[in-house]
DNA sequence: ATTAGCAGTCAAAGAAATAGATTGCTAAAA
DNA sequence: TTTTAGCAATCTATTTCTTTGACTGCTAAT
């Protein structure tokens, strides 16, 4: 139900929010008045921000403080009030500094971006590794590493390479290795990159000369390779300067969440296929991030999903200048990756 | 110049530094009374500790206050006092479960015995890949996975695997990486991993097929895999409840280093060879672990190196149960070597 | 519908008082 | 000479009380 505040009401919540987070301090009356747009007295805007309180966008610490905005405000000011953020041209020079560098996989050009993101941000970032498994397969080659030890490369349509590393307890010749190498690329190439558990007897019958162990290790190996998304953060070291830490809760809340990305790779990967999601407090339905807010943006190149970024902060955050530096980037990206740069 | 105590002094900073370790408060001349090996009066231990702080091995905070412990009180216990602390039959059980997983690589390895001692120390722990330059190449592999990309890897006799992907602005033929394959083969195995600057003309010399250019790149991709050592951090979140965290300035330094994980990795790579280094404080020389230990041991296996793992805490840290943690975990890894286990 | 004005509320900051821990010193005892 | 008992002095941590100042909510006038 997305309530409706007549126009007053309006100027009056974003004027609050975007006071409190910049200060972190409740807003009061008083200093809404300074606001040349509004034009009444306190009194008037005291009534306004009753009413306000009322209908739950915000909320007051105790009886003689301001207001802050409750996580309802926060929600209906980035779907209905948020402006655009002009990033300064300062802001842009930088980030194009940082992504010039030249990279090689796209994993590099992941992790760039997350640095980036997070030295303008001054939030902490973190890259999360899509889920590649319905990411279409161009090639797979084995390589003998030694006598009993395989490389495994898979490629995918997206550039996104993985390899692995498989030991066995017997002996493989370059003759096994050229069977495999023949058998998995005509079973999987223009396939997704599902888990490769249904028809696995089908493979191993239609290929006996390598025992069913080995190929049985093989597939394990690869479907290994599908689970692990690798995650990197970046700027965990930020979050100390904001005054909400300086509550020993808040402070040990982000860390252990940190410690276990898994809890913000799962938020993450839930989310839905918009461009970018914006998770506040609660919404994010995980007990340990009730206090912060998560904005992440997926990155898609060609309508394929490479990767996912995502911003973590208290939910006092700028969202609007966020929401502008993950856009500027992902077109960034996006420019880069249609001249060609990888 | 190793000072000379006597035995009761020694037995007064030995209770004190162990004390302080477990209860993070000054020690008091009246709670060593109750130590049965001092038989003696709180006045005499009270003599005894201002004559020890006097030689600079015991502080006050304030004149109100007992003894902690100095820089140099903990050095002297670490190198004089120490004693090996016997682990638990539970702590064992619990080090032998975690380490039994499979694995492949040895970075695997290295990640599940990172978590271990996390695990069993509640400190931070941090594996820093070695510097490979050393190490001698049994076999260097090019794949090739696009018409512009080429996979290279490489393998030294420590078992350590590093593979780098390379792109080139004009196609590569099947022939031109069998020529590569022949030509840095025949020039590079069994030797050391050495950055390849000298002779590299001679390289290019010799093989005019392919373009220099080429060589030129897959030289320079080789050079910077030996540079970027990975890191691995595990228990950041570990330090939060320790009391010397409560100070804002602490955590902000903590924070500060862990994101800038080169600085323990400068640390750590100037470490002597010796199986296990312990700095204290000010002795790492970097004004931001001044207030910090750090314990690490160099793996080797058959006198390589093959990682460094360390330990980050307060200065109050329990040395001996991390040391004795370290040397049991060290055992294991070249007994399990020694099995094959990988 | 708006606003001026004022009483009421509450947190945050400061000041003062108190309690408690521990030392250093002195003089006596061993 | 070494050890110890005892006590004054020191300083932190805690508690309590007071003060200040920032807001709000309400009422009555505009």
């Keep these: 139900m997305p309530e409706n505040l007549d126009n007053r ?42 009413e306000l309180e009322q209908i739950g966008f915000l909320e007051k610490p105790h009886t003689s403080a301001g ?10 000011y980035v779907d209905e009030l ?39 941000t001054h939030y902490t970032t973190i890259a999360i590794e899509p889920n590649v498994s319905n990411h279409t397969i161009i090639d797979i080659k084995f390589i003998l590493l030694g006598t009993r030890v395989l490389m495994a490369v898979i490629l995918t349509d997206s550039g996104i390479i993985r390899e692995s590393i498989i030991k066995f307890d017997e002996d493989l010749t370059q003759e096994q290795i050229d069977d495999l190498t023949y058998i998995f690329n005509n079973k999987l190439v223009g396939k997704p990159l599902e888990k490769i558990d249904g028809p696995i007897e089908e493979y191993i019958v239609a290929e006996m000369k390598t025992g069913i162990k080995i190929i049985e290790k093989i597939i394990e190996e690869i479907n290994k390779l599908l689970e692990d998304s690798k ?4 700027g965990a070291n930020k979050v100390i300067d904001m005054p909400e830490f300086k509550k020993q809760d808040m402070a040990k809340d982000f860390l252990n969440v940190i410690d ?28 340990e991030l009730k206090n912060f ?24 955050m700028d969202y609007s200048k966020v929401i502008s530096v993950m856009k500027y980037i992902s077109k960034k990206l996006n420019d880069d990756y249609k001249k060609g740069k990888f």
């Design 9 to 50: 009401k309006r100027k009056i919540l974003q004027a609050i929010v975007e006071e409190y987070i910049e200060t972190s301090e409740p807003v009061s009356s008083g200093s809404l008045v300074q606001n040349e747009e509004l034009n009444c007295s306190s009194a008037t805007i005291r009534n306004e921000m009753a």
């Design 67 to 76: 207001r802050v905005p409750s996580q309802k405000g926060y929600r209906y």
């Design 82 to 120: 948020l402006r655009e953020d002009n990033l300064s041209r300062k802001e842009i020079e930088m980030i194009r500094e940082m992504m010039e560098t030249k990279v090689n996989r796209l994993e590099d050009l992941t992790k760039i971006a997350t640095t980036t993101l997070s030295e303008i």
């Design 231 to 234: 995650t990197y953060i970046k």
């Design 260 to 287: 276990a990305k898994d809890i913000i790779a799962d938020v993450i990967n839930t989310g839905m296929a918009k461009d970018i999601n914006v998770y506040i407090g609660s919404e994010s339905e995980r007990e």
């Design 293 to 316: 807010s998560i904005v992440t943006f997926n990155h898609l190149l060609d309508g394929k999903d490479i990767g996912t970024i995502g911003i973590i902060g208290p939910t006092r």
